[in-house]
């Protein structure tokens, strides 16, 4: 159902516990260590923000509608942004956006250590996005990450009551299918990449839940 003031509604739905969890939030990096100590979710299922506390646990799109959520009560715009792999390449990765000083900075959810929070310092989206390229990796250490989107307002899935309905998350998923994305690096860009580097490989799945890595079919030939 449609709302006047959202944030208000949300505060209605919460305890009194989970109303001075999401109150001792005093900037976006307190929001990133909530999300860094919330256990990587692998169900096939979308929490909304008021879910991700009550279950405390996230995959990348719950983390992403949370952190939105978080950064909206501290008077940020709820925006999140998808960055893309090729299709059966890679999973891909939702970044709650926001603006310091014209600047742009990142809070996220991931089952990869390097795929995490960056601060303000991004004077476009494009170099935000970009410096999670050498981060951006599958189980074959291929650097995965070739598209972006642009930001999405979830503002305008609040008649869906995306912070405090599973429905409303799995509206925002299902727009997600739909939005038009934006070339990061060229096809002949692709073809000079390299592997990840081994100890880079592995620092980035510290803590790693196996059970959330994506599936890749067989090695084509010339990776054997």
């Not at 960055?83 to 926001?98: E, K, N, R, T, W």
């Not at 609040?158 to 299902?174: K, L, V």
């Not at 490989?201 to 084509?220: D, H, T």
């Amino acid at each position: 159902m449609a709302t006047l003031n959202p944030l208000v509604t949300l505060d209605e739905k919460l305890s009194g516990a989970e109303k001075r969890l999401l109150d001792g939030f005093r900037n976006p990096a307190d929001i990133q260590a909530y999300l860094d100590e919330t256990p990587y979710s692998t169900e096939h299922k979308n929490r909304c923000p008021l879910q991700v506390i009550r279950d405390r646990q996230a995959h990348c799109l719950d983390g992403g509608l949370f952190a939105a959520a978080a950064l909206r009560r501290l008077g940020y715009p709820p925006l999140i942004l998808d960055m893309q792999p090729d299709p059966g390449m890679d999973y891909d990765h939702i970044l709650a956006l926001f603006r310091i000083d014209g600047c742009w900075g990142a809070v996220a959810q991931s089952n990869y250590t390097g795929l995490r929070y960056r601060e303000a310092i991004y004077h476009t989206l494009r170099e935000l996005v970009i410096s999670y390229f050498e981060d951006f990796f599958n189980s074959r250490a291929e650097k995965t990450l070739r598209f972006y989107t642009r930001p999405i307002n979830l503002a305008r899935f609040d008649r869906m009551g995306w912070m405090w309905s599973e429905q409303g998350a799995n509206g925002i998923e299902e727009y997600l299918y739909k939005v038009r994305i934006i070339p990061l690096i060229t096809r002949k860009q692709v073809e000079h990449l390299s592997r990840v580097e081994e100890l880079s490989f592995e620092a980035g799945q510290i803590g790693i839940n196996p059970a959330g890595v994506f599936k890749l079919g067989p090695s084509p030939k010339a990776d054997r």
